[in-house]
């Protein structure tokens, strides 16, 4: 694909927010404000939302003359009237929603971009497993394309509908892949991540158990947990994943340990991630165990590994911002690609001030 700065040749790309009130929806318009290539023509909330008619920047103060648009009330008849004259869409709403609507986008002609899990899965019998609901919208599950933005640029360009990865999944895979795409791993060993949450990656909406007050450090959902086949799928190798919540309000670590073939040296390891990564500029190969404080308000992935010759095992460790690198600013990146721009443009200047879920 011929990669382009923005020029003449692109014209403004009339995007709408579905879920702009929420905290992933949130981030990204911060980061669509600062996008030249982007109109942001409406932020959308749902049918009956307390938020209806207030602006965006009464609800996220800190983008007040920045953005000030209202936030309408999604209904059949704003789909009617408003779709057409779209662009891109980019959902951060709950999953089934996703589910729901996007072939509709899709059919008027609008790329879609969905933050939920609502497309990432293939296997449509995961969905009342894992995720609660029968899918009613096989043929377009079939049609999209995962959009973990390092390894799948070329499926990103291709599609009108991407799946944006999981939090916990793009932590997972970005450090699971250059090895198990490379099949430097033991196939059929166990491969096991650990992943720690803040309470942000629960969203905006109350809940005693995402209370700040009420949480400490537990794992939950073990065995179980919806990112559990995202993340074996993903990386073509079955995993046990063990989520964590933990008193904090951003940023998400995934730790995985996996047996490597015997032969296989510390030196292939790290020839895999230079590899992979050497010229990624949103993934920074740390040479350090990685830190949330380093991420938070950041589209950086920070990762790190180590291998021990003689066990045979290597660990790797990636940390990200749940609500950017796990959410907003990857939707970012997909949608750049789609345009032909570098992944990463208009983001290298993310900085706390711009960041709007604060510690
Ligand atoms: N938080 C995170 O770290 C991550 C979240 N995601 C995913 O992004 C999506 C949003 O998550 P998050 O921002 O945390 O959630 P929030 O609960 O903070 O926000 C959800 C948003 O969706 C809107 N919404 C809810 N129901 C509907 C509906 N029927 N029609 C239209 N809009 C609706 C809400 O609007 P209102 O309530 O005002 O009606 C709100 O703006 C989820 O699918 C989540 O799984 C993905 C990666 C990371
Ligand atoms: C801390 C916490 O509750 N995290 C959420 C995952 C974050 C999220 O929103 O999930 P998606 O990436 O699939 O959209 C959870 O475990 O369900």
Redesign the pocket.
């Known amino acids: 694909m011929a990669k382009a700065r923005l020029d003449s040749n692109n014209s403004m790309q009339k995007v709408a927010v ?8 949130a981030e990204l318009v911060g980061l669509l404000c600062q996008h030249d290539g982007v109109s942001i023509e409406h932020l ?4 009956n ?3 209806e008619g207030k602006l965006f920047s009464d609800l996220h103060g800190r983008f007040k003359t920045l953005c000030d648009l209202p936030l309408e009330a ?1 209904s059949a008849s704003w789909f009617d009237c408003c779709a057409v004259h779209l662009d891109a869409v980019f959902f ?4 089934e ?2 589910a729901d609507w996007a072939q509709a986008f899709v059919d008027a002609g609008v790329k879609v971009f969905d ?3 609502g497309f990432r899965l293939k296997e449509s019998t995961d969905y009342p497993k894992y995720y609660g609901f029968e899918h009613a919208n096989i043929d377009a599950l079939n049609s999209a394309q995962y959009g973990l933005a390092e390894w799948q640029e070329t499926d990103i360009a291709q599609t009108n509908l991407i799946a944006v990865p ?2 916990y999944p793009t932590a997972s895979l970005l450090g699971l892949k250059p090895i198990t795409i490379n099949k430097l791993h033991v196939e059929n060993s166990l491969i096991v991540v650990n992943g720690i949450s803040g309470v ?6 109350a809940s005693l158990a995402t209370n700040f007050n009420e949480v400490s450090l537990k794992a939950y959902n073990v065995l179980q947990h919806r990112h559990q086949p995202e993340i074996s799928q993903e990386a073509h190798a079955s995993v046990i994943f063990n989520p964590h919540l933990a008193p904090y309000k951003r940023g998400l670590m995934a730790t995985v340990t996996m047996q490597l073939k015997e032969e296989v040296s510390a030196k292939q390891v790290d020839m895999a991630f230079q590899q992979a990564y050497g010229d990624k500029p949103l993934i920074r190969m740390v040479g350090a165990w990685p830190e949330i404080a380093n991420v938070e308000y950041s589209p950086f992935a920070d990762i790190h590994w180590q291998v021990d010759e003689e066990k045979h095992v290597v660990v790797v460790s990636c940390a990200i911002d ?2 950017l690198k ?2 907003a600013s990857q939707a970012l990146q997909c949608f750049n690609i789609s345009l032909g721009l570098p992944s990463e443009y208009s983001m290298l200047s993310v900085t706390a001030a711009s960041s709007n879920v604060k510690n």
């Open positions: 579905i879920g702009a009130s929420g905290y992933a929806g959308v909330v749902s049918e939302s307390s938020s999604f951060a709403t709950p999953h929603f996703s933050l939920s899990g999981g939090c942000s990656g629960a969203g905006r909406s749940n609500l796990g959410a």
